[in-house]
């Protein structure tokens, strides 16, 4: 319980807007029993088993098994790997000794990914593996530690979890309006008050998609620069250009700009450039 609370308490420290947003959809929770006094407790009973879940290694089996990926199992695997994430793990705990254990896993795909997920986790998909250098891969992991260290990806875990219970206490509403509908002196006002909600509803939940993914753009800058500032920088951006060469589509809508979960790769390497002083040949 005490790792728990700390781990929770550190997660707020470097994301505040997270409490923020828990605390809307709580009161919007409880607005959906229309604030009756036994609502306030329900729902704060319900948060906080599932937040405890969230922190607590339940949590973590829970995103790796959802995730499908595996231990290292083939030499060939743990004799690439490891040693590489050994190096820029070692880097990362220096300049950083809060930094806690983190595992490293496979995914068995030939997309090139690798992403951190949950407290303690990092995958590797078996694309990326056979497509970056090692000089790369280095680079890459520095990036997911980064996500680990200023606990993204428990940002992203929390905010799963609020929504799914959400959307639970939501569907728990709608069953009692169903069953309001039964009644006829009743049908009229659930049906108004179905459709009222269903528009609050989609409203709030699209907004908190548009601020949730501003936060996450923020922490891929973020992880960027600390890839940068442990000596990763040029490798970084090479890894940059070869995701880039695979990126296929235009700019996408207005809606997906704005729910983009990460900045257009282009940006992110001159961002890069800029920050490590690689100018642009004259013309």
């Given amino acids: 319980m005490e790792q728990i609370i700390e781990s929770?308490?550190?997660?707020?420290?470097?994301?505040?807007?997270?409490?923020?947003?828990?605390?809307?959809?709580?009161?919007?929770?409880?607005?959906?029993?229309?604030?009756?006094?036994?609502?306030?407790?329900?729902?704060?009973?319900?948060?906080?088993?599932?937040?405890?879940?969230?922190?607590?290694?339940?949590?973590?089996?829970?995103?790796?098994?959802?995730?499908?990926?595996?231990?290292?199992?083939?030499?060939?695997?743990?004799?690439?790997?490891?040693?590489?994430?050994?190096?820029?793990?070692?880097?990362?705990?220096?300049?950083?000794?809060?930094?806690?254990?983190?595992?490293?896993?496979?995914?068995?795909?030939?997309?090139?990914?690798?992403?951190?997920?949950?407290?303690?986790?990092?995958?590797?998909?078996?694309?990326?593996?056979?497509?970056?250098?090692?000089e790369e891969m280095r680079a890459v992991f520095a990036h997911e530690i980064a996500h680990i260290l200023y606990r993204d990806t428990a940002a992203a875990l929390y905010a799963y979890v609020g929504n799914g219970i959400f959307m639970v206490l939501v569907l728990a509403f709608k069953v009692s309006v169903s069953l309001a509908q039964t009644i006829d002196s009743l049908r009229r006002s659930a049906d108004i008050m179905d459709v009222i909600l269903g528009s609050i509803i989609s409203a709030f939940l699209f907004l908190m998609q548009i601020a949730q993914a501003r936060s996450s753009r923020k922490a891929e800058k973020r992880a960027d620069e600390y890839a940068v500032a442990l000596g990763y920088g040029e490798d970084l951006v090479e890894a940059l250009y070869l995701l880039e060469k695979m990126t296929l589509g235009g700019e996408g809508s207005i809606k997906q700009k704005l729910t983009a979960t990460h900045p257009r790769i282009s940006a992110r390497i001159g961002r890069l450039e800029n920050m490590l002083g690689v100018q642009a040949e004259e013309v």
């Avoid at 973590?60 to 490891?82: G, I, Q, Y």
């Avoid at 590489?84 to 880097?91: A, G, T």
């Avoid at 220096?94 to 992403?115: C, H, Q, S, W």
Wanted: no cysteine; proline share 3%.
């Fill in 8 to 134: 929770y308490l550190d997660f707020a420290k470097k994301n505040p807007s997270y409490l923020v947003y828990s605390f809307v959809y709580f009161l919007l929770s409880v607005a959906l029993f229309r604030w009756q006094w036994w609502a306030w407790f329900l729902v704060a009973a319900v948060y906080m088993i599932a937040m405890m879940i969230t922190f607590s290694q339940a949590g973590e089996w829970l995103m790796r098994t959802f995730s499908h990926v595996r231990p290292l199992d083939t030499a060939r695997e743990k004799n690439l790997l490891r040693p590489l994430f050994r190096e820029v793990y070692q880097k990362a705990k220096a300049a950083n000794p809060e930094l806690g254990r983190i595992d490293l896993y496979i995914v068995d795909n030939m997309k090139v990914d690798t992403f951190a997920l949950g407290n303690h986790t990092i995958a590797v998909s078996k694309g990326a593996m056979h497509t970056f250098s090692e």
